[in-house]
């Protein structure tokens, strides 16, 4: 999606922030860090809708609502209804399977639009492309979708494979082509369509 530009200071929240953490259990990679502050600064006191797929113990939660602020609305995924304990006061837990199309239809017509998407749920190629394909459309023209541990796509396990043309990440560089697709001089044959528009700004 279109993204302004935001100063950097040099100075990641985030980092310290997962440093000094001692609450609820978070996983994530240290470079996510970077990458999370680097596409979602701009957000901070701007109240944005966050959308998370994939709850797990709930300390990504709480990472969220420190760096976004007050006012900010969390909505969080996830098949495992333990998960509900994590609700709050601005936080909604939802519980159902990303892979499911007609319970990612329902979202679409429950939740405001969505200003920061993260795909970080069960990693499986049919849940991430299901997630794209149902959700991308109900993120706001400024918004972000990040989907994370693409590794997967390389895991057998997990519905992946090198090369295999069922994975996210094959899927990923079709969508690369689209982004292009102004450039084409064959519109019958590849054509730039919402996504195009959306994304390739």
Known sequence: RREAAVADDGVN???????????????KWKHYLDIYHHHFARFRGRSPVVLEIGVFDGGSLDMWRDYFGPGCRIYGIDVDERCRAYAGADTTIII?????????????????????????????MAQQIATFEVLYQHVADDGVYLCEDMHTS?????????RNPGTFVEYSKRLV???????TKNAAEFAA???????GA
Not at 154 to 162: A, I, K
Not at 177 to 183: E, F, P, R, T
């Open 13 to 27: 929240p985030l980092a310290a922030w997962f440093v000094e953490h001692d609450g609820r259990r978070l996983i």
């Open 96 to 124: 159902g399977d990303q892979g499911d199309r007609e319970f990612l239809s329902r979202l679409r017509h429950e939740l405001p639009r969505i200003d920061i998407l993260i795909d970080d749920g069960g990693h499986r």
């Open 154 to 162: 390389y895991w057998p396990e997990f519905g992946g494979g090198y």
């Open 177 to 183: 082509d689209q982004l292009n697709a102004w450039h």
């Open 193 to 199: 369509d919402g996504f195009t528009r959306t994304a």
